[in-house]
Nanobody, 115 residues
Framework: VQLQASGGGLVQPGGSLRLSCLAS????????MGWYRQAPGKQRELVAR???????VYADSVKGRFTISSDNAKNTVYLQMNSLKPEDTAVYYC??????????WGQGTLVTVSS
């Protein structure tokens, strides 16, 4: 299974970015996909996840600003990030969790929020 993340970059505070992650090569059903992030000197933390039934979970720090969505037919998950803050600066990692095949991770995409 390969996960390819894209969409990171440099944005000013208050701006928006949209991350995408495509999971390819899986023969098994994906139970949930989502995003973690890791800022310099900090532990990796959950940002958001979406289940195959489309229920979602968000970190408190991003509720109301970030929206996770998915296209199950395309095994793709998206993270729309609005009202970005400097503290959102981190490497964002997508993942896909499959009961029959464990959890797989993408390579990470850097999001920098700075003026």
């Amino acid at each position: 299974v390969q996960l390819q993340a894209s969409g990171g970059g440099l944005v000013q505070p208050g701006g928006s970015l949209r991350l995408s992650c495509l999971a390819s090569g899986s023969r098994f059903r994906i139970n949930h996909m989502g995003w973690y992030r890791q800022a310099p000197g900090k532990q990796r933390e959950l940002v958001a996840r979406i289940f195959s039934g489309l229920s979602t979970v968000y970190a408190d720090s991003v509720k109301g600003r970030f929206t996770i969505s998915s296209d199950n037919a395309k095994n793709t998950v998206y993270l729309q990030m609005n009202s970005l803050k400097p503290e959102d600066t981190a490497v964002y990692y997508c993942y896909a969790s499959m009961p029959a095949d464990g959890t797989h991770w993408g390579q990470g995409t850097l999001v920098t929020v700075s003026s």
